[in-house]
């Protein structure tokens, strides 16, 4: 066999007791928090640090599940904890679209929530991508290199003698990946070097799109209406 074969084979013999780097999905988190801490309280569905609350009570037996190698509980925690960060951001967004005819907010703080819940809408989608693709992070490192997923990385589409020789053999995608993935859908609406294979992946990206739009109309608007 081939030494391209053999890294190759090795690469998908992942050791099941390694864990990929976790720590930037949780920094994640935490910055989305901090952006709700900056949103009047008017846009909050409660007080303004009761999600920086729910999401440190939810960490912890996320981390306590992983370090016990229940990754599948951790999973459902991490699914859970992104549903109730996105339900609340819809909540704020709503609450901020609907207060615009009325004008009850001053223009610097309706700009100021807007690009919040901007840059939180990526961070949001970021990480629902990153714990869906492929069956979420531990499937994909399980797998050893990513070869099927709901999003089509240029580094997937390079001959096996290539990846060896950039030394991307092992390559799979980690959380920094998403998040351009993300930003990129936010800025242009679309991905621009990740085509999209799944229907998931989708009707989540059209989301993320509308939201990313509906906040930059609304800033553009408020713009406007400053001038």
Known sequence: MSATGNSLGNANRADPKSTKPWWPAAIALLAV??????????????????LLAVIGAMLVPMVWARSQGSYGLNQTLGYALNGIIT?????????????????????????????????????????????????????????????????????MTLPPEVRVQMGEENWSPQFVDYLFLAFNTSTAFSPTDSP????????????????????????????????
Not at 200 to 219: D, P, R, Y
């Open 87 to 155: 339900l609340d951001m819809a909540w704020s967004l709503g609450r901020l679209i609907g207060a615009l005819p009325s004008h009850k907010q001053a223009p610097g703080d309706m700009l100021r929530s807007a690009a919040a819940l901007w840059v939180a809408n990526i961070l949001v989608f970021a990480g629902w991508y990153w714990r869906l693709d492929g069956g979420g992070p531990r499937a994909r490192e399980l797998q050893g290199v990513h070869k099927d997923g709901a999003f089509l990385f240029p580094q």
């Open 196 to 227: 999209v294979l799944s229907r998931w992946a989708k009707v989540l990206m059209m989301i993320q799109a509308l939201i990313s739009f509906a906040t930059v109309a609304l800033l553009a608007a408020r713009a406007v209406n400053i001038l």
């Open 33 to 50: 928090a901090g952006l709700r801490l900056a949103l009047p309280e008017e846009l909050s569905a409660g007080p303004n640090w009761l």
